[in-house]
């Protein structure tokens, strides 16, 4: 598949922080220091890695995250409910990643990787709530953009269903070496939906 728009990749700004409110909050994480321990002691973590697969050193998490902070693919976020760390989030341009082609994708499309980090605070429809807000102030933070996606594996029934309950809608899969992806999708309008 190839882009509905062919604007270039090169011409589509870096993803943005959402914009969040109420007891939402959303920060860019820092490579070092406490934000570089809490995102590598939540990939440790057996509800995080059975997905995730990045149970990687301490190293290795400074050099993934300085990366995205380089670049303008990948944007590293760490989201807050009333002041105390919840989710390690990474916000994409769809055009930069790997699930570019997959689906018939806009320049401005954003995707989200979500990790709720104590598996204690799972289960509980805070997922559901945080997907709601994040796709809400993603929007609100790019007005060109006109759906969020995201692609979690198609075995990862709780993040389905937190993701459903949403908005996010079920619009087809993606198979990549690792993982089948689920391919979902929050429009801002009904006609945003990919066909």
Not at 14 to 32: D, F, H, I, T
């Amino acid at each position: 598949m190839t882009p509905v728009d062919e604007e270039p990749a090169a011409t589509v700004p870096g993803p943005p922080l959402p914009l969040l409110s109420g007891p939402w909050s959303a920060r860019v994480a820092r490579a070092e220091g406490a934000d570089l321990d809490l995102v590598h002691g939540w990939m440790q973590s057996p509800h995080i890695d059975a997905f995730w697969h990045q149970a990687w050193p301490r190293e290795r998490w400074h050099e993934e995250i300085a990366e995205h902070l380089a670049g303008d693919e990948i944007l590293p976020v760490l989201i807050g409910l009333d002041g105390k760390p919840l989710a390690y989030i990474e916000v994409y341009r769809v055009i930069r990643n790997r699930l570019a082609g997959h689906y018939p994708q806009l320049p401005h499309d954003l995707g989200v990787h979500i990790a709720i980090g104590e598996a204690g605070r799972t289960g509980k429809g805070l997922g559901r709530s945080v997907l709601r807000a994040l796709a809400e102030g993603l929007l609100a933070a790019d007005p060109v953009c006109t759906r969020v996606v995201a692609e979690p594996d198609v075995n990862n029934a709780p993040s389905l269903k937190a993701f459903a309950a949403a908005g996010f809608r079920y619009a087809g899969e993606a198979a990549f070496p690792d993982k089948t992806s689920a391919l979902l999708v929050r429009p801002r309008r009904e006609e945003d939906m990919p066909s």
